[in-house]
């Protein structure tokens, strides 16, 4: 037997004796040398050949690269099943947070009156204002979507009201529907005479279904 062929038996007798030594750490070490060179004479045995006096830093030699620990085994034991440990798989990512229907909307900013500042409050006004009214040809100024978002008709992300597009057209503010969500809301409304009232959206639904 050449250099090259026990150099892999030692290979294969190492990685026996780390497996059934693993865990016992430094004080172990005594019972891994005695295991592996138990093993390294064993297998000798079985092949017939004399197991020469092996130095102690020839015990685990540098193996070449392309033989693995498996095929070590298997050219050491002819015909013998050989498993190795996968290694543990790694944890998968973490679940991204689940994004509520439609996005978040952020909410707007208001100045010191409680106004929205996103050019938006003529039309929370009106629509506050105008609740529960229609125009002269009787189309509604307002949509209440509450019942339709709850039913789930609608989606959740829809407009929470709806001004038509007759009421913004009676009221100045186009000639399109205009959507409002509450987490838009003002804290205040502005009537048409000056004065500022506290937004109460219960009343506003309440008008709404009227």
Not at 62 to 79: E, H
């Amino acid at each position: 037997m050449n250099d090259r062929e026990r150099a892999i038996i030692a290979q294969v007798a190492a990685k026996a004796a780390a497996e059934l030594c693993h865990g016992m750490g430094r004080d172990g070490m005594a019972d891994y040398l005695a295991c592996s060179e138990m093993v390294f004479s064993d297998i000798l045995d079985k092949i017939g050949d004399e197991p020469a006096d092996v130095p102690a830093a020839a015990a685990a030699p540098v193996m070449p690269p392309t033989l693995s620990p498996v095929a070590q085994a298997q050219a050491a034991f002819p015909g013998a099943e050989v498993t190795s440990a996968a290694a543990p798989a790694s944890p998968p990512p973490p679940a991204a947070a689940a994004k509520p229907p439609g996005g978040a909307r952020k909410k707007k900013m208001l100045d010191a009156n409680g106004f929205v500042t996103d050019d938006k409050q003529a039309a929370w006004n009106v629509a506050f204002l105008c609740a529960g009214q229609k125009t002269a040809d009787g189309k509604v100024v307002v949509f209440d979507n509450q019942r339709k978002k709850a039913s789930g008709e609608w989606k959740p992300n829809a407009a929470d009201f709806n001004i038509t597009e007759a009421g913004a057209a009676m009221y100045g503010l186009g000639n399109k529907r205009i959507g409002l969500w509450l987490s838009d809301a003002p804290t205040h409304i502005q009537a048409g005479d000056g004065s500022i009232l506290p937004f109460n959206v219960e009343d506003m639904h309440a008008r709404c279904g009227a």
